[in-house]
């Protein structure tokens, strides 16, 4: 019950059968599908079960479910081999007995005569048996329907076929309406918003949130999703009954972060960063040219994955060898073998040269080692210097990227972009 009486949204939870899901084989997509849609519709998800196709296991596994979820859909083993135990697993449980329905037989029969197969075999008559008073879902897909069971205490237990598309299926045309209905008052959706953060790493970024919600953050919780490139963060508000309001909370909380977002976050429909910097390039008549060392063209590729870089991407070099930053891009040899093939020096060179070559108004310049092998104890492996030449000014930095040999080249490149967005955007880089 919430804090005024009233009961809050229904909770759920989800069980998936079988053995090839048990052990790792297949990857339980139906899990997170069905989690995602519970959530949607306006259930509370509490918890996810997979389970083996042995009877006992699958019983113990929905008496817990039943135990934490008014709802629980379960989904798997309802199909006419050996191995699909979980009808009558689920009916044995709930002390129903099996009765075959004559309409569902019917329409099992037709099917199998519409596909020329003759008569349905014995072995597939189960899928025409339902537990005593259990409703019917059609599978408009597939032979095995779906089934809504109720326990004496008023608890759901829906059963769903395996198979994803028939899965998928039953739970649109036929568990979502229901659950609509029979939860009409209680559902509450949930909303979220992700916020994308380059440049702070996980445990700053929360303390730094923490400071700028202390006085509250209006009921909207807030996950840290951290990966190899930034942090996202989820901002996650679950619609009241009276008022959807859900969506002005997230806001209220998002311009509360404003000072942290306007130094680290970015707006990104596909959550790459490269997306941003190709929108800022675009609004500013920018032309790009990336010399790459280490990164080996990965800066060239992200901006060139997206739909009509020709606007704004000129072209790349992956100068990797000494000869051809110093022959194709036109970088002295003397002052860069004194300096360095990775320092400062060397990383401005490049950014400036190849933007020069290619007559744009921004150059990229990327150098450094990204390992395993090559690395010394004033330049260890990962460490990177990189440049952002922009219509006459230059910026750049080093960093030292932790990691293997991917990480730290994705790494790099991701903070070549994001320093290149900084300049674009006329923020400190
Ligand atoms: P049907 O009634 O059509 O025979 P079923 O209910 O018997 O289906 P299963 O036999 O358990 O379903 O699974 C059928 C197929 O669907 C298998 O290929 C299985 O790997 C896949 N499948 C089952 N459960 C999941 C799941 N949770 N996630 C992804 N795939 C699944």
Not at 18 to 24: F, H, S, W
Request: aromatic letters at 4%.
């Amino acid at each position: 019950l919430t804090g005024e009486g009233i009961p809050g949204p229904p909770a759920a939870a989800v069980v998936t059968v079988g053995d090839e899901l048990l052990m790792g084989e297949s990857v339980d997509t139906n899990g997170t599908w069905l989690a995602q849609a519970l959530a949607r519709v306006g259930l509370a998800v509490v918890g996810r079960w997979v389970t083996g196709d042995v009877p006992s296991e699958i019983q113990r596994t929905v008496r817990s479910a039943l135990d934490w979820a008014e709802v629980v859909v379960v989904t798997g083993g309802l199909g006419p081999t050996p191995d699909d135990r979980t009808r009558e697993s689920v009916a044995d449980l709930l002390g129903l007995a099996l009765e075959e329905d004559e309409e569902l037989l019917e329409r099992l029969k037709g099917r199998f005569r519409a596909r020329g197969y003759g008569h349905l075999p014995e072995k597939s008559r189960v899928m025409a048996l339902v537990p005593a008073g259990g409703g019917v879902l059609p599978n408009p897909l597939g032979a095995a329907p779906g089934l809504v069971l109720e326990t004496p205490e008023g608890r759901l237990c829906v059963l769903l076929p395996g198979v994803p598309a028939e899965m998928r299926a039953v739970f649109l045309d036929g568990v979502e309406p229901f659950l609509r209905f029979r939860f009409e008052d209680r559902l509450q959706g949930v909303v979220h918003r992700v916020i994308h953060t380059a440049g702070i790493p996980e445990s700053l970024l929360m303390t730094r949130v923490e400071e700028l919600l202390a006085e509250g953050s209006h009921g909207v919780s807030l996950a840290y999703l951290p990966d190899l490139l930034g942090v996202r963060l989820r901002l996650t508000a679950r619609a009241s009954r009276e008022a959807d309001d859900a969506e002005a909370r997230l806001t209220r909380v998002e311009d509360r972060l404003g000072p942290l977002l306007e130094q680290h976050g970015y707006q990104a429909e596909t959550g790459d960063l490269a997306e941003t910097v190709g929108r800022a390039l675009l609004e500013g008549e920018e032309t790009l040219a990336v010399a790459e060392s280490c990164t080996g063209g990965l800066i060239s590729k992200r901006m060139t994955d997206l739909a009509g870089s020709s606007h704004f991407f000129r072209g790349g070099v992956v100068a990797y060898a000494n000869e051809v930053k110093s022959g194709l891009l036109g970088i002295p040899e003397e002052p860069m073998m004194r300096e360095g093939v990775v320092s400062e020096w060397t990383a401005k060179a490049m950014a400036e040269a190849v933007a020069r070559k290619l007559q744009t108004s921004v150059g990229l310049g990327v150098t450094g080692i990204a390992g395993p092998g090559g690395g010394s104890p004033e330049k260890p492996v990962g460490t990177v210097w990189y440049a952002v030449w922009h219509q006459n000014r230059i910026f750049a930095r080093r960093e030292l990227f932790l990691g293997d040999r991917s990480a730290v080249r994705a790494r790099a490149a991701h903070a070549t972009l994001w320093m290149l967005l900084r300049v674009l955007e006329g923020k400190d880089p």
